[in-house]
């Protein structure tokens, strides 16, 4: 096969042979038409034949003519996508151009339909412009592919470049056989290595993705034993039950309309796009389906898929078919399925793209209002349901509240089955939270294993209420047989790849996998390690005070690196190294419109940089840079005793559902934040990231990859690090370039030798455990008064003796109590053994560390006043690539280690966080502080709260605002599953953190209104 004409033959005789196809005449292409009309005419009267009596009644004559002329206009008002998949208009009737494959065997009639389909290959077309395509593909007379082929070992040497070539510089776009939507909906460049494809010809302007399987993790395709590499093309994807499936279920129209404001008015802009499945979202998707709709409900299977993969499109995609996939004996593998995401984008991308395949209303229900929505959309059995997973732990209260109003539901599982579609795996969509979708997906049946198992349970010293909760609570853990999770994610933890474990096409978890390497090497994302500089500080302290007090060690290291980081002079050097190389290297990137990330340690940190930006700005008097910062809550500088910086107030008023937007315009260019937009902020104009804050892990891999975003004129990106090592980078980083190794199991005995040193310590006892456990799980979800202070006494009695230990000791018996939490969390959802002395621990442990103090006396060391700093330089220490294809990728482990301290604490928090810490013992963090202040902006914009504080007093405010609490922390979660069990689970922690926000609102609400009063008075 040295000439393209072999090459040509070879893929017409595959197609033919074992493709499904027959073989075209080019002399039968109608050019002006750009139709097989033989082909149209036939198809039509073997499979319709009362239109065609219906035509050639009216004309016999005309009869084609007619029926061509109306395919031709309306193929010009609808494309051929639209026609295929709803037919056209012809004297009054829908005519059908084609048929596809149906999701049941139930009518024969619509399978002996979809067997009268004629696919054909026809090489060498003569076109109108005079072009000659190598090979055309049809359905019924219909072009809808083309492939120019190119054989390296021939004489020429072409290769794939070259098809692109012809494609831009030797078709013309606006002929109907090539122009946009018209007639082929797809064209691919080939050669015996690789594939490429586009669904738009825009001349030189033609942009081509890769349609390639993927060599080693990375671009290109492997070696084949006895063909070509890319021969996977006509003997897998372009068969004509493949290529009828992706044009019935997997090709779109995707519709981007948005509104600018010019000079000359308001301008609307529509950009239509033609998606068409990259080869790992067709293989993904289809892998899943066949394997589902062989095995059934009940496997966990995990999507490790690279940012840049078209994740999206992919989760649209599947579950579109997985809410229609039926079994050999016609049955409904899923009754629903249900995606879980916080994504607002994928929420409507969703609907949109799934309309398109079903064109009917009310297959797919996103859960925008409340609880009760998502109720009574399980109850109704909705196609596919769209929730957050904060939604499922409320679902008991919704059913109590919509039966208390006569509208009462039952949500029925007997005999249902449920895929669950996971947009991001994190870890906490198999913590507590995921457990209560899987106890409400599979109510009858946890409920029936309950009524088996009680039975084992004569020796448990609890009553049967109890007992029966209890074994609710483990059996809710395991898998469930009626319930398939389908997880997506680029950076799995150890966690997610042991409960996500159905087996890939390598015998091990992720069951299917599309690289950073080969998202970085296909072009669909950048390297953001390509061009990676560090920066190291040196610095000098001296004392200035003459006595010496012994400070602990780590604690004083720790508050003396803080004296430097929030030094003036620091920030002031920082600055200048950030301004000045933005303006110099960065701004002029991607046609004068790159932007920039400074990621900070903190939000005093983010508050200090801000100052410091804005100071050096003004002082160098430039006028083509300014920022945006951003973070949480409000801060106090020691320096600004009478003010408090917020991010709104520092940004000009600029709200934070707003700042998004308005960094997205030309009068922003870079934005500081502090715990906010690391993870799941999608602008591709980010060019240049500065990091003053320690990355690792997963945390890392998140940070960074803001920047790897593609967009026209974006070649490259920058990283700029003043902290982090490029070694550190690497390890963190390696995992998930190719491929994730997961280390071996957690043993399980870990638990019982953990149980074990546990009670050694003799901080509570045995019969308490029992004793608490018998009160909880008799009436967790209404504890009366009585037993809510039963409850707190029990824990307050182990609380004292943990008083009495030594400040190491009570780091280490917490750490270990953490540890047990955390190991039984993971090991009880991969092992299927039920031990109801751990599940009575566990439930124990993670109240009474909620209860175990701090030793506030020792938390903090202040050196402000006892330390100066005698002199400070940075200095560049390393430029260039970080390679990830060099050295051999670490294993990711699970909780192996007993624990043995607490994190190193943070700076005490004047926000909510830090007064639920103070009040409750809590370890929660200025980054969980962003969840509260989302809860009060979102109320803040509530206009029924808004005139309900401009109406009434604080007092008759309050039964308003807390009518609306629920749905303000369920909408605004965001997956921080501790608080979200504390608040539902504590009521005296949740009336405290309801009070102070409740205050907060009515505040920042009457004080926006009395302002505005005042203006329009002034006017």
């Not at 061009?531 to 290291?557: F, G, M, N, S, W």
């Not at 409750?920 to 969980?928: K, L, Q, R, V």
Request: hydrophobic residues 40%.
């Amino acid at each position: 096969m040295h000439k393209e004409i072999d090459f040509e033959k070879d893929i017409e005789h595959a197609l033919i042979a074992s493709g499904g196809y027959e073989k075209g005449d080019p002399h039968g292409y109608d050019a002006e038409a750009a139709l097989f009309p033989s082909d149209v005419i036939a198809f039509v009267q073997k499979t319709q034949p009362k239109i065609w009596a219906r035509l050639t009644q009216l004309d016999a004559a005309k009869a084609s003519a007619m029926l061509l002329d109306s395919l031709v206009k309306e193929l010009a008002a609808k494309g051929a996508l639209a026609i295929l998949r709803e037919g056209f208009k012809c004297v009054g009737k829908t005519v059908r151009l084609a048929y596809f494959a149906p999701n049941t065997g139930l009518d024969p009639l619509a399978s002996e339909r979809f067997k009268d389909n004629r696919l054909t290959i026809t090489r060498q077309v003569n076109t109108k412009s005079g072009a000659i395509p190598d090979v055309v593909l049809a359905v019924n007379g219909l072009p809808v592919a083309t492939l120019e082929l190119k054989n390296p070992m021939s004489a020429t040497r072409w290769n794939v470049e070259n098809a692109k070539y012809q494609y831009r510089f030797e078709r013309d776009p606006k002929e109907l056989l090539f122009a946009f939507k018209q007639r082929c909906l797809v064209h691919f460049a080939v050669d015996t290595e690789l594939v490429f494809m586009t669904t738009r010809l825009e001349g030189k302007d033609t942009f081509f993705l890769p349609f390639n399987l993927g060599q080693d993790h990375g671009a290109g395709n492997p070696a084949v034993d006895g063909d070509v590499r890319t021969s996977y093309l006509w003997h897998k994807a372009l068969t004509r039950d493949s290529l009828m499936d992706i044009l019935a279920r997997f090709m779109h129209l995707d519709v981007e309309e948005k509104t600018l404001v010019t000079e000359k008015g308001i301008k609307r802009h529509r950009k239509e796009s033609m998606i068409f499945p990259r080869y790992h979202q067709l293989d993904s998707v289809r892998a899943c389906t066949f394997h589902a709709q062989a095995h059934g409900s009940g496997h966990n299977y995990l999507i490790q898929h690279s940012a840049g993969s078209g994740k999206s499109n992919s989760i649209a995609w599947l579950a579109h078919r997985l809410s229609s996939l039926h079994d050999v004996n016609n049955e409904k593998i899923f009754h629903s399925v249900v995606v879980i995401t916080d994504r607002r984008v994928l929420d409507q991308q969703l609907q949109d793209t799934i309309f398109q395949f079903e064109h009917k209303l009310g297959v797919v229900q996103k859960i925008d209002e409340n609880t009760q929505q998502l109720a009574k959309a399980l109850a109704d059995g909705v196609p596919i349901i769209i929730s957050t997973i904060q939604k499922f732990p409320f679902i008991t209260q919704a059913i109590r509240t919509l039966e208390a109003s006569g509208r009462g539901i039952d949500i029925s599982t007997a005999g249902k089955r449920f895929a669950v579609i996971v947009d991001e795996a994190h870890s906490s969509q198999s913590g507590e939270t995921a457990m209560e979708l899987r106890k409400i997906l599979n109510k009858d049946g946890i409920e029936s294993a309950i009524a088996e198992q009680l039975l084992d349970m004569d020796d448990e010293a609890l009553s049967e209420e109890a007992k029966k909760e209890l074994l609710r609570e483990q059996l809710k853990r395991a898998k469930q047989p009626n319930l398939s999770f389908f997880a997506f994610t680029a950076t799995p933890k150890f966690k997610t790849l042991a409960v996500f474990n159905e087996p890939g096409s390598n015998g091990k978890a992720p069951f299917h996998h599309y690289s950073m390497r080969q998202a970085i090497e296909e072009g669909f994302i950048h390297d953001v390690l390509a061009h990676y500089t560090c920066y190291k500080r040196y610095y000098k302290l001296i004392q200035k005070i003459e006595q010496d007090p012994e400070v602990p060690r780590r604690k004083a290291a720790r508050a003396l690196a803080r004296f430097v980081e929030f030094h003036d002079y620091e920030i002031a050097q920082k600055v200048e190294v950030i301004v000045e190389h933005f303006r110099t290297h960065t701004r002029h990137k991607i046609g004068g419109r790159a932007k920039a990330m400074v990621v900070t340690g903190s939000r005093e940190h983010a508050v200090r940089y801000k100052l410091g930006f804005d100071k050096y700005i003004k002082d160098k008097g430039y006028t083509d840079v300014k920022s945006l910062v951003a973070f949480s809550g409000e801060i106090s500088l020691k320096e600004f005793v009478d003010k408090k910086f917020t991010e709104v107030n520092m940004n000009n008023g600029i709200k934070e559902s707003e700042l998004p937007e308005k960094f997205n315009t030309e009068e922003y260019q870079v934005l500081l934040v502090a715990e906010k937009y690391q993870t799941g902020f999608d602008q591709p104009l980010l060019h240049s990231m500065y990091v003053d804050k320690r990355l690792s892990g997963i945390q890392a891999v998140q940070t960074l990859s803001r920047l790897n975003r593609t967009t026209r004129g974006k070649t490259d990106t920058f990283v700029l690090d003043f902290v982090n090592e490029p070694e550190d980078i690497y390890i963190a980083f390696k995992p998930y370039y190719a491929v994730t190794p997961k280390g071996d199991d957690t043993d399980p005995q870990q638990l019982n030798t953990l149980a074990h040193t546990l009670a050694g310590w003799q901080i509570f006892t045995g019969a308490e455990v029992s004793v608490w456990c018998e009160i909880w799980f008799r009436n967790r979800m209404n504890p009366t008064g009585g037993e809510h202070k039963k409850l707190n006494g029990l824990l307050d009695l182990a609380v004292e003796r943990y008083k009495k230990l030594g400040e190491e000791d009570q780091n280490l018996f917490k750490g270990q109590l953490a540890s047990f939490r955390n190991l039984y969390g993971f090991v009880s959802q991969i092992i299927p053994y039920q031990d109801s002395d751990h599940e009575k621990l566990y439930t124990y442990a993670r109240f009474l560390l909620t209860k175990l103090p701090y030793s506030l006396d020792t938390r903090i060391i202040h050196v402000d006043d006892e330390v100066e700093l005698k002199y400070y330089r940075l200095q560049k220490i390393s430029e260039g690539a970080i390679d990830l294809k060099v050295g051999e990728t670490e294993a990711l482990y699970g909780p192996t280690e007993v624990g043995t301290g607490q994190a190193d604490e943070e700076v005490q928090l004047s926000t909510l966080v830090g007064k639920l810490n103070e009040r409750f013992g809590t370890e929660f963090t200025p980054a969980d502080q962003l969840f509260f202040d989302q809860v009060r902006e979102t109320a803040v914009a509530n206009e029924q709260l808004r005139q309900a504080v401009m109406a009434n007093s604080i007092e008759n405010f309050e039964p308003v605002f807390n009518k609306q609490l629920e749905n303000l922390f369920v909408e605004r979660m965001d997956g921080n599953e501790e608080i979200f069990v504390r608040l539902m689970n504590d009521e005296a922690f949740r009336n405290i953190a309801a009070s102070h926000l409740m205050r907060a609102v009515y505040n920042q609400i009457r004080t926006a209104g009395n302002a505005t009063s005042t203006t329009k008075v002034n006017v």
